[in-house]
């Protein structure tokens, strides 16, 4: 299942498949796979160890909470392969880009393109913040700062138990302005927490738009250097450089790779946007059918036929 | 009354040392929550995790995904107010087996606002999948290790650390409640250290004429209504509750719950924290300043019923030998 298609040209595939579901649903975490297409495609394609999915491609509708009556609840983490102690874990941080994430399902064959269909629609699993049941998910994450500290958790216990798999974190650089992310870090490395590494989307932006206008974080290497972590620092766009960066030793401490991302890499059209990039809404029928023209060209697509729902 | 010196202590190394899927965590108060023996002699099982509640948190349902099941030591407060969306979205609702062990609960410490858990019950009990537990003699503080950890899922326990005194012979059952006592005038509720007071008050009130039904409460959730429901459809009067905790959200209100659902006419008076915080001060001075203690309870009984007892403080048996008490070290921080 890994390596059949090259990682760029996955990337390219997830920012086509989160454009046209983003002009066909009237908007859409667009920014989010400019910046993070070539890390997810990464991650999956290359970086990480993982099983074949077992779950079905098609993700089954929502099927109830964790509760003591639900005991067949299960998590979306099966499309991500089975739990063995040979595979990686991989916890999506920032589960607002659950969009690219399942369009990167997609593109590796874990899911069907169908599945996309139920995207943020009632009663289904595939929604629009993930959840820990949506596919690809192990946990909830749509709170913003926890995933790292889990994952140190995770970490530590498999260590413990000598098992080889490893455990990754994708974060977004507006989790730095919590302070558990900080906490996570001084803890992983205290604890020399080295089965565990992130890759960070490093775009400068959030919710409100620039994070330099919203809350200054300042040198966020610098930072995580002193808290402890081993830090590389890339182009985001640039996967022989992810590669490598995901390479570095990090014996006794937690890598954490920060991927330096432009917000409209692929789909330059959206400087118009900028710094409101979060989540991209039409505001008439006249700015979708022109953003359809325009970035469909760029990203070297027909526009997306209107007509076809 | 036997009193037993740091039962939890002994009761967790025990069990711990049996399970090596169980870990010792803690945040910076290791020896204030009578852990620092197990760290020393089993530093392999356990885990340091600083003054940092929100990672701890995060960090133990990490834990729990790896099959392990935490014990989380520190004050109750630490385990909820500062880190409770960590509690919620990392142990609560993935269900993991995280047993917190929260020290000093209500007014067992002279810390003041910042140290007493005053409302950890009437947050722990809205949380969906929480098991809510509460020891209330040594004897339940050693059994309550153990069976904290055969729930399947997050659990929630107020522990007493220190000198504890021996009030029950057998151990801390989940859902299981004590009918201590089976009068057919008035029902009193109570758990935790409230519990003891009621012993004290029990006495007179029975020399007053007044017939006592008296229930102990040691599991707050899963809450068994059908039979508080029972008890107080027996007695004549009604129900007084008493909790080392706001009224709000906690027994009072567990009770008023039951009663009002099954349509059962009773009166209740809720005894506890009236919609107040506390202030920092000794345990006695507490308890008596705020309404929690057995006096309280006398009054709250004359209350219900509307007769007066004439019971006086110096009237009521003292069932923990004031002496204990000066030999004890005050509840250090």
Known sequence: ?309 | MEMVNRPYARAFESYAVQHPEVLCLSADLTSSCEVDGFRDRHPEQFLSLGMAEQNMLSFAGGLGLAGFRPFLHSFGVFLYRRPYDQLMASIAYPRRKVRLMGFLPGVTTPGGMTHQAIEDISVMRAIPNMTVLEAGDATEVESIVAEADNVDGPVYCRILRGSVPRLFETPLKIGRMRVLAEGSDVLVVTAGITTEEALRARGALGRAGVSVRHLHLSTHKPFDARQVVEHAASVRHGVVTLENHLVTGGIGSMVAEALAEAGLSKRLVRLGLQDTYAHGGSRPYLMRHYGLDALALVRGVERLTGQETGITEEDLDAVRVEAVHSVVKAEAL
């Open chain 1, 1 to 309: 299942m890994r390596n059949e298609k090259a990682t760029e040209d996955i990337a390219g595939a997830i920012r086509r498949r989160v454009f046209e579901h983003s002009i066909r649903n009237n908007g859409g975490y667009l920014s989010q796979a400019c910046s993070a297409a070539e890390q997810f495609a990464f991650l999956y394609n290359e970086a990480l160890n993982l099983g074949p999915s077992t779950r079905p491609m098609v993700p089954p509708p929502f099927s109830g909470v964790p509760s003591a009556s639900n005991p067949d609840y299960v998590t979306g983490a099966g499309y991500n392969g089975p739990f063995a102690p040979e595979y990686d874990r991989l916890f999506i941080a920032p589960a607002h880009y659950a969009l690219v994430a399942y369009a990167c399902l997609i593109e590796v064959g874990r899911m069907a393109p169908e599945g996309l269909e139920q995207f943020n629609r009632d009663g289904s699993s595939v929604e629009m913040i993930g959840a820990e049941h949506s596919p690809g998910m192990e946990v909830h994450n749509g709170t913003l700062g926890i995933g790292l500290s889990t994952a140190a958790g995770l970490a530590w216990g498999r260590k413990w138990k000598g098992e080889a798999g490893k455990v990754c974190v994708f974060m977004s650089d507006g989790e730095v302005q919590e302070g558990q992310t900080w906490e996570a870090v001084q803890a992983a490395a205290f604890h020399r927490i080295d089965n565990l590494w992130a890759i960070m989307d490093v775009n400068r932006q959030q919710c409100d738009g620039a994070m330099d206008s919203v809350m200054e974080v300042g040198d966020i290497a610098a930072k995580l250097r002193q808290f402890g972590a081993v830090v590389a620092e890339v182009d985001a766009h640039d996967v022989g450089a992810l590669r490598e960066a995901a390479a570095t030793p990090h014996e006794g401490r937690p890598l954490i790779v920060l991927a330096h991302s432009s917000p409209t890499q692929g789909m330059e059209f959206l400087r118009r946007r900028f710094p409101r990039l979060h989540y991209v809404r039409f505001k008439s029928d006249e700015e979708r059918r022109e953003m359809n023209e325009a970035i469909a060209a760029e990203l070297g697509v027909a526009p997306v036929n209107m007509g076809v729902h």
